[in-house]
């Protein structure tokens, strides 16, 4: 109980870093947002005087002049908390709206890619461990290192080269197609499917390597361990031993990798939803970065961040259900 | 051998090899071997010696790349041999862990760390058609003859017992179904030398109850010495002496055995009588062709170097690989000849003291 | 033979000095160098990373700078001698564009894993060694900058900073990578720090400083190196990453910037006449990424003494297979 309340409290900890972190960034920093507001008003009005820029700024950036920096920093972060992300200065709508709409997309297409990038790795490095030194293992542990080696969006670049603009089997951009109404329908989630086949595609294939070479070296370790020489000699059925013994101990240590592997991806997101032009969290980011529409990208900073800290939560809370060994909480090294 | 005696194991020029880089490496050297119907055969033999390749052997248990070949006949009574290298892969299957089970060494994680310790008893149950509640019911006696709490250690996970427990439960599994031979190798390596004394005397006390033959391995000749009837010292992949516990310890007539009593650390040994054995134990690569302790050997000869010796017959239970063993102890003498030394009916309070003891005065 | 045979202590002891650094030179350079050697991946990834470090080091004195109109626009590859590879939409040399922008990309790695790897190694062994408090506030704040995501964090950073020099953007692109290296590096320590040669350094009232110095970092070192070409590596794909999508300054010549010429100027992924200026710096990043990973492979290799008792079949192995004989 103690380490749930440790965990969930290091979770909110976290999240109020962050909002800090970005409060530092918009207000503290030369150079930052404010300055490049002000240049920018100054450019656009050259006879207005600087207090009236100012007045401006401080306007749009929607900043009480009269407050301290303490008592701004509590009322963004009680805005903040309360859901407010400001308003969007490109699109002119509330932050949050944009991002919550766009938020179940990003998500759609990192579980994707996350389930796929998950199965083939286990599959592929159990399979290549069991076939340890064969010609199979030799082949495809290659294969694996030359994937890995590929930039995911250096991938998507190619896929939208090859597959989209030269041969035309894949949409160039967009998450659905303007046809097909959004809605629980079959034709809806295949076409939803259809758009997001390269940019899962473009992680799984650059992703899918290390997983399946950190599955074989677990089994391969777990093939020597004095628990499985038991095992054998015990009589237990092949298939007890494949799947109770070899395959939950080397799954195991992968856990931790995955509770990484969820937020490189979704950094990763924030680039390939860009290069396919897929209206997610990160798309919206990189329209706010080209707008310098700093509420929007703020906002999606703190969206994407949360959302990584949510999912490494229930990661660490439900790794006790499948490792005993975790059930005390405070020994485990996350590695 | 002793052909009149009641045997249940018996191994026949038992040899592991297998192929490495520089050329074939023969870690078990055709050994020839009689375990008696409930007794506890000792076999002693420092790290590298093969003694391990032997207890898996007595299982074919020999991990690939090694090819056991030799013969391995298994009796469960007098006249009915089985012969363990020609069983089918599901005899084999069933003969391990109900006939001859087996205690690792490295005990501490021989159990799966994800499993209850009770989901072992009963994967193992199933896996062997026993039906489970009177398979449990002897797993909950097993338990409580090695003074485990039984529904407490079958709840928990084998990372929530001590090294002492899990040792403990580990033997429990091994006799879950009855087996007539109990293997052990090192059983007690990772333990502290108060929990190795404690274990021994349950391993004697199960031994008396079940009316268990078992195989003791180690390197720790003092405790072998202390718990066995007979005792076999291992030296470069063979067997260079056999003999009653009493032979091997106080009349000790291989030079390789007489140097191990004479490097064996003991608290109460002086210093200067406690020395190592100098120089190094073969390559399994390269086997000399004639004695293989003859480099280290204070009485080699040139015979020693060349031809392999035999095995010289003292008695009918004391044999010994060696051209000199009249010579060995006034060459290789030990600060306690003529001493008297504990025996294993001693009751278990003893057990675990050195035969050094005396000597030290 | 074994690491517990009785007789091994008595051997040790009548070693000369100078056996002693023949063997330390075996141990540390000859022998990691022959396991590097010996398997042709680990090889291929060291003569790629030396041949991107001659071509920052020697391939810029050599090879003349990118200019506009160095030749016509958008000259074909393989068509003249001039310009093997092409010319891009300005006319620069794609050879020159390549070979020009290795100096600012590998000062980007140098000071991103620099600093990744040095951050983290302070930071974990002191909380790994010293424990306490001092250890559970440096652990929550690794743990709380592990689940900021990096590469957005790093975004926005350098939308607000718009870093030029390229040993600013390394470490901007590293900028929480040292948290979840501190992490692992701490619990390393901690196993070390309870490990009997520690602990009879600490018997022996040995300082701490020096405790760490010789007993702890030697034996994360190894490691740190990984982790110091993984950084590397994070650099390269996340500094290209930037420049592509132009959220860095165009102040170096750097294969993200050509790539970012191509795809929003030369249209490189509509016309099939113009993806060669997409391609050339893509299989350069690849080649050199591949390198990379080549090599903290080979080092993961020489490391991890478990797969390296696994290639020499030594006798502790027939002994007791698998377990490593040790035991």
Request: charged letters at 20%.
């Amino acid at each position: 109980m103690h380490w749930l309340i440790n965990r969930l409290g290091r979770a909110i900890l976290t999240i109020v870093g962050t909002v800090s972190l970005s409060f530092v960034m918009i207000r503290l920093i030369p150079g930052g947002p404010l300055d490049y507001l002000r240049g920018q008003i100054r450019n656009q009005n050259p006879g207005m005087s600087s207090d009236a820029i100012d007045a401006l700024v401080e306007a749009q950036a929607a900043i009480n002049p009269d407050q301290s920096i303490v008592e701004q920093y509590v009322s963004y972060m009680s805005s903040v908390f309360q859901g407010d992300l400001g308003t969007s200065t490109w699109y002119g709508d509330p932050v949050n709206q944009i991002l919550i709409e766009a938020l179940p997309w990003t998500l759609f297409v990192m579980a994707l890619s996350l389930l796929f990038t998950f199965a083939i790795g286990i599959g592929l490095g159990a399979v290549m461990a069991y076939k340890e030194g064969s010609r199979f293992d030799y082949t495809f542990s290659s294969v694996s290192i030359f994937f890995n080696s590929i930039p995911y969006y250096v991938l998507g670049v190619l896929f939208l080269f090859v597959l989209s603009y030269q041969m035309d089997l894949f949409p160039t951009g967009g998450r659905s197609s303007d046809a097909v109404p959004v809605g629980f329908s079959v034709a809806f989630l295949l076409d939803a499917l259809y758009h997001a086949a390269l940019p899962v595609l473009s992680f799984v294939l650059t992703r899918f390597g290390f997983q399946a070479l950190a599955m074989r070296g677990n089994s391969i370790n777990v093939l020597g361990e004095n628990y499985l020489r038991a095992a054998k000699i015990r009589g237990l059925p092949g298939r007890r031993i494949a799947f109770q013994y070899v395959g939950r101990n080397a799954v195991l240590p992968l856990y931790t990798t995955l509770m990484i592997s969820i937020g490189t991806m979704f950094g990763g997101a924030v680039i390939l939803e860009e290069i396919f032009a897929y209206p997610g969290i990160g798309y919206y980011m990189f329209q706010a970065i080209d707008a310098r529409d700093y509420p929007l990208m703020m906002g999606a900073f703190i969206i994407i961040t949360t959302a990584i800290v949510a999912a490494i939560l229930f990661a660490d809370l439900t790794y006790g259900l499948i490792d005993p060994r975790a059930s005390g909480g405070e020994t485990r090294e996350t590695y | 051998m002793s052909p009149g005696k009641d045997v249940v194991l018996d191994v026949e020029g038992a040899r592991v090899q297998f192929e490495m880089d520089r050329g074939v490496a023969r870690v078990l050297d055709d050994v020839d071997l009689s375990v008696s119907r409930e007794e506890i055969f000792g076999i002693v033999g420092e790290s590298g010696s093969g003694k391990s390749m032997l207890a898996a052997s007595m299982l074919d248990a020999v991990e690939d790349p090694g090819v056991l070949s030799g013969s391995i006949t298994y009796y469960p009574s007098p006249d009915e041999p089985v012969d363990i290298l020609e069983l089918s892969a599901e005899e084999l299957r069933q003969l391990r862990w109900e006939e001859i089970a087996m205690v690792f060494q490295g005990a501490l994680d021989s159990f799966n760390p994800t499993l209850r310790i009770g989901q072992h008893f009963q994967e193992t149950l199933s896996a062997h058609n026993v039906d489970r509640q009177s398979g449990m019911e002897r797993a909950r006696e097993l338990l409580s003859d090695l003074y485990l709490e039984p529904e407490q250690v079958l709840a928990s996970h084998p990372h929530e017992l001590s090294g002492g427990m899990r040792q403990r439960a580990l033997i429990a599994l091994a006799l879950l179904l009855e087996p007539e031979v109990l293997v052990m190798d090192e059983p007690t390596g990772a333990l502290d030398l108060l929990m190795q004394r404690s274990i021994l005397s349950l391993i004697k006390k199960l031994q008396r109850k079940y009316n268990l033959t078992i195989v003791f391995i180690s390197h720790d000749l003092p405790l072998v010495a202390n718990l066995a009837d007979r005792i076999g010292v291992m030296y470069a992949f063979d067997l260079v002496e056999v003999g009653t516990a009493e032979d091997v310890v106080e009349g000790a007539r291989h030079p390789y055995t007489r140097a191990l009593l004479k490097a064996v650390p003991n608290l109460e040994t002086p210093y200067a009588e406690m020395q190592p054995i100098a120089g190094r134990a073969p390559d399994p690569v390269s086997v000399p062709k004639g004695c293989s302790y003859a480099e280290r050997c204070p009485l080699a000869d040139d015979q020693c170097l060349d031809v392999h010796p035999p095995y010289d017959d003292l008695t009918d239970e004391h044999r010994v690989a060696c051209y000199y063993p009249e010579e060995a102890p006034a060459a290789i003498p030990l600060p306690f000849e003529d001493q008297s030394v504990e025996r294993p009916d001693d009751p278990p309070e003893a057990a675990g003291a050195a035969p050094g003891k005396e000597g030290s005065r | 033979m074994d690491a517990d045979s009785p007789f091994r202590a008595y051997e040790v002891e009548r070693r000369t000095r100078r056996q002693r650094w023949a063997y330390k030179w075996d141990l540390y350079v000859a022998s990691p160098l022959r396991v590097v050697w010996s398997d042709w991946r680990t090889r291929v990834g060291v003569l790629i990373v030396v041949f991107y470090l001659l071509m920052g080091t020697v391939g810029v004195v050599l090879v003349p700078p990118p200019e506009t109109n160095q030749g016509a626009l958008h000259t074909q590859p393989f068509q003249t001698m001039a310009h093997p590879l092409g010319t891009d939409g300005l006319g620069q040399d794609m050879i020159s564009l390549i070979v020009h922008a290795t100096p600012p990309m590998l000062e980007m790695m140098l000071s991103g894993g620099v600093f990744a790897t040095g951050v983290a190694t302070v930071l974990g062994t002191l909380a790994g060694y010293r424990a306490g408090r001092i250890d559970s506030v440096l652990t929550t704040v690794m743990d709380m900058a592990t689940a900021i995501p990096g590469l957005p964090l790093a975004i926005v950073v350098a939308t607000i900073l718009q870093p030029e020099s390229p040993w600013v953007v390394g470490i901007v692109l590293t900028i929480n990578v040292w948290a979840g290296l501190g992490r692992s590096i701490r619990s390393q320590v901690l196993t070390l720090r309870e490990s009997d040669y520690v602990e009879a350094s600490r018997t022996m009232r040995i300082r701490t400083p020096n405790i760490i110095a010789r007993d702890i970092v030697p034996n994360i070192m190894p490691y740190i190196t990984i982790n110091f070409v993984n950084a590397g590596r994070i650099v390269i794909f996340s500094s290209v990453a930037l420049y592509f999508l132009g959220v860095l300054p165009f102040t170096n010549t750097h294969w993200g910037v050509t790539m970012n010429r191509a795809y929003r100027n030369s249209g490189a992924l509509y016309s099939l006449g113009a993806s060669y200026t997409l391609l050339i710096p893509m299989i350069a990043i690849i080649v050199l990424s591949l390198g990379l990973v080549l090599l903290s492979q080979g080092a993961d290799r020489i490391f991890n003494p478990r797969v390296r008792a696994r290639r020499s079949k030594t006798i502790s192995d027939s002994e007791d297979p698998g377990t490593g004989g040790a035991r």
